[in-house]
């Protein structure tokens, strides 16, 4: 008899606890959240795939933005000294899991005219398009810069952050305006290759790459297609360059500025997989590295963002 009403008291107990616990927050991109930390590798929050969309073949990578041992980092030529690298020897010098070509520069100066921030700090500034930033778990914002110098912006809550355009989806609706974002080159609004950066109401960041030319609002719905929420364009035509897991699936035909790394973050075990793979990746798709690559970057010269002047 005791031990009956011992048991039915510990039922009572766990009965009371179960119903006072509450359920975990839904997770919402775009607004801070505490989900459940995946104990899983930062290789596992990467994945690639080759999909249509759109009735568009596009090539995407899938980042899992949960995940804590994944990170995004904006990486330049001139961190390495230089003024222009092929995309092959960023991924050589860097080894990550996965980039894609980054934002848009003028090709006679090698001048980034975007904003670029990296782990917390402003490294490169400018006035056009507007921008994705993500906090130091991951968290994404999207902001409103086109017009207003990245200078005059607060960016201590951004470890990341990138500006370009034009902006293709805002709330899983397309929304292109790039005259009010500040693009005015004719190139961008004809048939291209293109190359983007998404987010997902899942909690997914998107890297995605069109091989062949298409139009701003062709993208724009390959990005619905995937399930995007909001989606920005990257530098694209002969710019376009996607890595994902020790495979080029987008190789651009010219030397570029800057590149968007998906890493493992600092602290977290780094996979003997990454290195491996970006070694493999080399063998493989080796480019020869140019007497330019290895020349000092030289000061840029004034550019004269009235005119927009954006090589695709």
Known sequence: MKISNLLLASLGALTLMASTTQAAPSLLVGTPATPQVRKASALNAVQYRKVKSAGVTCHVVEVDLFNPHVQLRAFRASDLGTRYRTFGSFVRQTKPIAAITGTFFDTATGTIICNLVRDGRLVEMGSVGHTLALDEVNNPRWMSTAGHYGGGHNWKDSEF????????????????????????????????????????????????????????????????????????????????????????????????????????????????????????????????????????????????LSTQDIWL
């Open 161 to 304: 952050a990138v500006s370009s355009g034009p902006s293709l989806l805002r709330g899983g609706q397309v929304c292109l305006n790039p005259r009010a974002e500040g693009f005015r080159d004719p190139g961008l609004f004809r048939h291209a290759s293109r190359a983007g950066i998404a987010t997902t109401q899942r909690g997914k960041l998107l890297l995605v790459t069109v091989n062949q030319g298409i139009t701003l609002h062709r993208f724009a719905q390959v990005m619905q297609g995937l399930g995007a929420s909001d989606a920005l364009n990257l530098d694209g035509g002969s710019s376009t360059a996607l890595y994902a897991r020790g495979k080029y699936v987008s190789r651009p035909g010219r030397r570029l500025t800057n590149v968007l790394l998906v890493t493992v973050r600092p602290g977290a075990p780094i996979p003997r997989e990454v290195e491996l793979e970006a070694l493999q990746a080399d063998e493989n798709q080796a480019q020869d590295v140019s007497p330019e690559d290895l020349g000092p970057a030289p000061m840029p010269e004034k550019i004269d």
